[in-house]
């Protein structure tokens, strides 16, 4: 039985990050990735719309606004390091309505307690000057915000720890992670491994593994579908940068925006509707596991009591483009569906749920001995996935 120094159990962004930052503290570690797809950055890290988050929207003190922030930076730099198109485009945050400036407040006073970077309150007419076809009473205007593939960034990291003979595992599922003492055990489908760390960054499953390597049942890991229209491209695209609506406090999603690619492409999204598949990227693909899994969460009820009639507006968009249009299009004015291509692409948020109902609104990391698990990694992740990597290995170097 082949034991390692550290075993990380997911290759999207963030765990690929964790070897990485393993292996700069302890150069020449043998480090196992094990991966249960056939690739690289097969989830969410290659399904979001790619957005470098500059930390205007997060609590403070919280480590989703402390390790965004972080995590920003080191994002444009590892972009810049590894060639990788990067842009730093801006964001506006729009509020349409008189009720909605307190809550324009509240982003303002969050964005400058997490030191975001440029972070300035513009009216009406400077709206127009930043983004000519927006329209709106007041904004927040974060210059910092960018675009990039994330998915590149994973592969540029892949080839990093291929060089440093990390040994990475495809099509591979893990069934459990075990603390053993000094040890933990990895369960595979052809056997098991043994590693002094394990690190699991599971993503869509991170509660199913978590559960069956002995944690907690809550919270529950609950797949929500982002579905994305793309506009058709033209000469001088619809924005230069993004487009955001003042988002419901009560729910850790942003809302329909407009945003600018890194590939030069214009969408409008994403929607946020719970699906019956956490691989659920066609919102018919139906799993009986996940369906089971999500209904028999007390959670589940609970949210859907809470928030039914913001469920009824996401199925709304969700079969009709005019109405998924119409949402953009009051803070876009003049935009129709004919702007658009006729593509639709998606993601899936894996976004863990507490047993009272509640969204688990912060990056959620839980240890036992050697073995640590991330139990709650949705936007701004991508964003964070170096500071959330070292925050990952700071906490397992200071527990053991």
């Known amino acids: 039985m082949k034991q390692y120094d550290l075993v990380v159990v997911g290759a999207g962004i963030v765990g690929l990050a964790v070897a990485r930052e393993w292996f700069a503290r302890h150069p020449g570690a043998s480090i196992l990735v094990v991966e249960g797809e056939s690739d690289v950055a097969a989830h969410q890290t290659s399904h979001n719309s790619g957005v470098i988050h500059s930390g205007v929207y997060y609590e403070p003190g919280s480590l989703k606004a402390r390790l965004c922030v972080e995590g920003a930076r080191l994002m444009y730099d590892y972009a810049a390091e590894h060639r990788i198109p990067v842009e730093r485009c801006g964001k506006l945050i729009v509020a349409l309505e008189e009720h909605e400036l307190p809550r324009l407040d509240e982003l303002e006073r969050r964005g400058r307690a997490n030191d975001v970077e440029g972070l300035r309150r513009v009216g009406a007419a400077e709206i127009k000057e930043i983004e000519p076809h927006a329209a709106g009473l007041a904004a927040l205007h974060s210059p910092g915000t960018g675009i990039v593939d994330y998915a590149e960034v994973a592969r540029a990291?892949?080839?990093?720890?291929?060089?440093?003979?990390?040994?990475?595992?495809?099509?591979?599922?893990?069934?459990?992670?075990?603390?053993?003492?000094?040890?933990?055990?990895?369960?595979?489908?052809?056997?098991?491994?043994?590693?002094?760390?394990?690190?699991?960054?599971?993503?869509?499953?991170?509660?199913?593994?978590?559960?069956?390597?002995?944690?907690?049942?809550?919270?529950?890991?609950?797949?929500?579908?982002g579905g994305y229209l793309q506009l058709r491209r033209t000469e001088e695209p619809l924005v230069r940068g993004m487009i955001y609506p003042v988002p419901d406090p009560t729910l850790p999603f942003l809302g329909v925006h407009i945003t600018r690619h890194i590939n030069g492409t214009v969408?409008?999204?994403?929607?946020?509707?719970?699906?019956?598949?956490?691989?659920?990227?066609?919102?018919?693909?139906?799993?009986?596991?996940?369906?089971?899994?999500?209904?028999?969460?007390?959670?589940?009820?609970?949210?859907?009591?809470?928030?039914?009639?913001?469920g009824v507006r996401e199925l709304t968009m969700a079969a009709s483009r005019k109405?998924?249009?119409?949402?953009?299009?009051?803070?876009?004015?003049?935009?129709?569906?004919?702007?658009?291509?006729?593509?639709?692409?998606?993601?899936?948020?894996?976004?863990?749920?507490?047993?009272?109902?509640?969204?688990?609104?912060?990056?959620?990391?839980?240890?036992?001995?050697?073995?640590?698990?991330?139990?709650?990694?949705?936007?701004?992740?991508?964003?964070?996935?170096?500071?959330?990597?070292?925050?990952?290995?700071?906490?397992?170097?200071?527990?053991?």
């Open 157 to 225: 990291i892949r080839r990093e720890l291929e060089t440093k003979h990390v040994e990475l595992r495809f099509d591979t599922w893990v069934r459990s992670v075990r603390n053993h003492g000094d040890i933990c055990r990895v369960e595979l489908p052809d056997g098991e491994v043994t590693a002094r760390r394990a690190i699991t960054c599971a993503g869509l499953w991170s509660d199913r593994l978590a559960r069956s390597s002995g944690a907690p049942g809550d919270p529950r890991i609950v797949p929500f579908r």
């Open 323 to 400: 109405a998924f249009v119409r949402e953009a299009a009051r803070y876009a004015p003049g935009l129709t569906v004919d702007d658009l291509d006729g593509s639709v692409h998606a993601g899936v948020r894996a976004q863990a749920l507490g047993r009272d109902g509640s969204l688990v609104d912060d990056f959620a990391l839980s240890t036992d001995g050697p073995v640590t698990h991330v139990r709650n990694a949705p936007s701004p992740a991508a964003t964070a996935s170096f500071a959330i990597a070292g925050e990952l290995v700071d906490r397992v170097m200071a527990a053991n």
């Open 267 to 310: 969408s409008l999204g994403p929607t946020a509707m719970m699906v019956a598949a956490r691989d659920g990227y066609s919102a018919t693909r139906l799993r009986g596991r996940d369906v089971w899994e999500t209904a028999a969460w007390p959670g589940s009820w609970r949210l859907a009591r809470r928030f039914w009639r913001t």
